[in-house]
């Protein structure tokens, strides 16, 4: 009657076994450690910069307990653990030194880390602790504001110059185009004119709503961007911002950064386990745009360092093919790229194709229609400094699609074609509020977040084995099962553990003793009510089953709901408390049960049970 099959006993052991190998790794705790990663994107960090940091460190005397390099396929991470703070800080200044010729220019970054203690062995089983929030492990906290002013200026100055462009394609001639805010004005003759480019613009440039007018000037057709398309410009604008700086602070090593909107036009990162700032600004800061360029050839080649520089141009002498003089108006920037890949040209050399958007195929179009045989450059920005890609030769005309050719090799080619596709912000940025939480104040939180939980499940313990006596050790068993369970779980899925989560946690464990309470009173009544002990242990879990499945079923409706609709710690809470509905079912409603089974099960005279004292109607 009480006696589970074979393969039940065999799926909680399996249960046990998975919750104790995949909970340890929260045990082992973590040690300081610096991370080198590349500063510029056109550098990659290869396994030559681990010979270098290891005689560096060997020089300073400093021993570093493991170097670890990881290749993420991209580029590639160095990380160096040590014993103590103070190796880590001094091992900072070393690579800092040796790595970066030009401290003003870095090529490498040395940021501070913190790696995990886990043994190798169970990192091979992918057994990692849970990562810890900004709260528990302390970091850096921005408020960002974005410039969305700058959005809508940067593209109305884009639709300005697809009208002018739209136009003279179409030979409309126009008495002028200018620019006054959000709207565009362009200027006409006679009535016949003006009502061919309305119907013109109306078909290409859906985003303008036009307006005809006349003034002391003349006849005037005024466009202007409505406000649903304003709005989505904005939201646009904010989601590639998120997207970019998402590739950016990759760069830290942070375990699970959080990058999110705040409202219309703020972003909010929150790098866990960053103690530098400064670093992780720079990271934050450090956006590449990229613009294509025609080359100053009245500037004789060779000369380029040594000529005056014409007014219009600048001087360029970081780079392939630098020193080279390039005139300040770009052709097209990278906004205008909406694809880019390593592919071969005619000749079977490494080159990238480029895919350009309408409007940048018709700018590249008008470009080097009549500049065939002359020379164009690519360069990357990044923090104000441009690097030349390349310099290649226009051999006819270019639209939406083009080669770069020339490339040294594949890799060279697809490392380009990573660049021109990772894009740039869509608008300038200011970090409008700052917070940093030490290290030492996440280690105050995790300890009072542990310790009440850990008395929280001492006083349940202490009230059930002293109210249900052997039932009641078999409830809090089920408890310790289900506290492992959960937090095996949120080791294995990687979740980002807060104080939200712990307050989750600890909620799990009067929530879970309440199905415990159910089946042990359950059990009583089938005891007052005159059956037999194992008839009573059968039909308590039987009976109390749909009463728990109903109550858990609402409750993780309400934690959905939570997880669908919140955000931030919100949504943490939510993964906790629905995460722990499901192992509480199981632990409750199975793990208990098996251990009733183990102990009376096998008794086939049982005359009593210790679950506490039974009151019946006739005593």
């Known amino acids: 009657m009480n006696r589970y099959p074979l393969w039940k006993y065999l799926m909680i052991v399996v249960a046990l076994l998975f919750g104790a190998l995949y909970t340890v790794p929260n045990f082992f705790g973590e040690s300081p450690a610096v991370q080198v990663s590349s500063a510029k994107a056109t550098i990659k960090l290869g396994p030559s910069v681990v010979g270098l940091a290891q005689d560096a460190l060997t020089k300073a005397g400093i021993s570093a307990e493991t170097m670890i390099?990881?290749?993420?396929?991209?580029?590639?991470?160095?990380?160096?653990?040590?014993?103590?703070?103070?190796?880590?800080?001094?091992?900072?200044?070393?690579l800092e030194q040796a790595l970066n010729r030009d401290p003003a220019d870095p090529t490498y970054l040395v940021a501070f880390n913190l790696l995990p203690n886990t043994p190798p062995w169970l990192q091979s089983l992918h057994a990692m602790p849970m990562y810890l929030g900004l709260d528990l492990r302390g970091g850096v906290h921005f408020l960002m504001q974005v410039d969305t002013k700058a959005v809508l200026i940067k593209r109305m100055q884009g639709l300005q110059t697809s009208v002018r462009a739209a136009l003279v394609e179409k030979k409309i001639r126009f008495a002028?185009?200018?620019?006054?805010?959000?709207?565009?004005?362009?200027?006409?003759?006679?009535?016949?004119?003006?009502a061919q480019a309305k119907n013109l613009l109306a078909a290409e440039i859906s985003e303008?709503?036009?307006?005809?007018?006349?003034?002391?000037?003349?006849?005037?057709?005024?466009?202007?961007?409505?406000?649903?398309?304003?709005?989505?410009?904005?939201?646009?604008?904010?989601?590639?911002?998120?997207?970019?700086?998402?590739?950016?602070?990759?760069?830290?090593?942070?375990?699970?950064?959080?990058?999110?909107?705040?409202?219309?036009?703020?972003?909010?990162?929150?790098?866990?386990?960053?103690?530098?700032?400064?670093?992780?600004?720079?990271?934050?800061?450090?956006?590449?745009?990229?613009?294509?360029?025609?080359?100053?050839?009245?500037?004789?080649?060779?000369?380029?360092?040594?000529?005056?520089?014409?007014?219009?141009?600048?001087?360029?002498?970081?780079?392939k093919s630098a020193p080279v003089v390039l005139y300040k108006d770009p052709i097209i920037t990278g906004d205008y790229i909406s694809n880019a890949g390593?592919?071969?040209?005619?000749?079977?050399?490494?080159?990238?194709?480029?895919?350009?958007?309408?409007?940048?195929?018709?700018?590249m179009r008008e470009a080097t229609r009549s500049k065939i045989g002359k020379l164009m450059a690519i360069v990357l920005f990044e923090k104000g400094k441009g690097e030349v890609l390349t310099v290649a030769t226009i051999r006819d005309e270019l639209g939406s699609r083009f080669q770069i050719t020339g490339m040294d090799s594949p890799a060279a080619a697809s490392d380009l074609s990573l660049l021109l596709r990772a894009g740039s912000l869509a608008a300038p940025m200011e970090i409008i509020e700052e917070r940093t939480i030490g290290p030492q104040l996440g280690a105050e939180n995790i300890s009072k977040g542990f310790n009440s939980t850990l008395y929280g499940f001492a006083a349940i313990a202490v009230f059930m084995m002293a109210y249900y006596m052997l039932f009641g050790f078999f409830s809090v068993f089920a408890l310790a099962v289900n506290?492992?369970?959960?937090?095996?779980?949120?080791?294995?899925?990687?979740?980002?553990?807060?104080?939200?989560?712990?307050?989750?946690?600890?909620?799990?464990?009067?929530?879970?003793?309440?199905?415990?309470?159910?089946?042990?009173?359950?059990?009583?009544?089938?005891?007052?009510?005159?059956?037999?002990?194992?008839?009573?242990?059968?039909?308590?879990?039987?009976?109390?089953?749909?009463?728990?499945?109903?109550?858990?079923?609402?409750t993780l409706i309400a934690g959905l709901a939570l997880l669908i609709f919140g955000s931030g710690p919100i949504r943490g809470f939510a993964v906790v408390h629905c995460l722990g509905i499901l192992t509480s079912m199981f632990s409750a409603v199975v793990v208990s049960r098996a251990a009733a089974n183990i102990w009376y099960g096998r008794r086939k005279k049982l005359s009593s049970i210790s679950i506490g004292q039974v009151w019946k109607p006739n005593a």
């Open 483 to 554: 506290v492992m369970l959960l937090v095996a779980l949120l080791s294995i899925m990687q979740a980002t553990l807060t104080l939200p989560g712990i307050a989750a946690i600890a909620l799990t464990l009067g929530m879970a003793i309440d199905a415990n309470v159910l089946i042990n009173e359950r059990i009583r009544e089938e005891l007052r009510a005159g059956n037999s002990p194992q008839a009573a242990i059968a039909a308590g879990f039987e009976r109390a089953w749909a009463t728990i499945l109903d109550s858990n079923v609402t």
């Open 69 to 94: 390099f990881e290749n993420n396929g991209d580029n590639g991470t160095l990380r160096a653990r040590f014993a103590n703070t103070d190796l880590q800080f001094k091992a900072k200044s070393v």
């Open 208 to 319: 303008l709503t036009l307006i005809e007018s006349t003034d002391a000037e003349g006849l005037k057709l005024s466009g202007s961007m409505s406000p649903q398309v304003l709005k989505r410009t904005v939201e646009e604008a904010v989601q590639q911002n998120i997207s970019t700086l998402s590739k950016r602070v990759n760069e830290l090593g942070v375990a699970e950064p959080i990058i999110q909107r705040q409202g219309a036009d703020r972003i909010v990162v929150q790098l866990p386990g960053v103690q530098d700032v400064s670093r992780a600004k720079d990271i934050i800061g450090r956006t590449a745009t990229l613009e294509v360029r025609m080359v100053d050839e009245t500037i004789r080649r060779g000369t380029e360092e040594t000529a005056p520089v014409p007014l219009g141009s600048e001087l360029f002498k970081v780079g």
């Open 176 to 194: 002028g185009i200018s620019r006054d805010g959000d709207v565009i004005d362009i200027r006409f003759r006679d009535a016949e004119t003006l």
């Open 342 to 363: 390593a592919s071969f040209d005619q000749n079977q050399q490494a080159s990238v194709s480029i895919d350009l958007n309408g409007d940048g195929g018709r700018k």
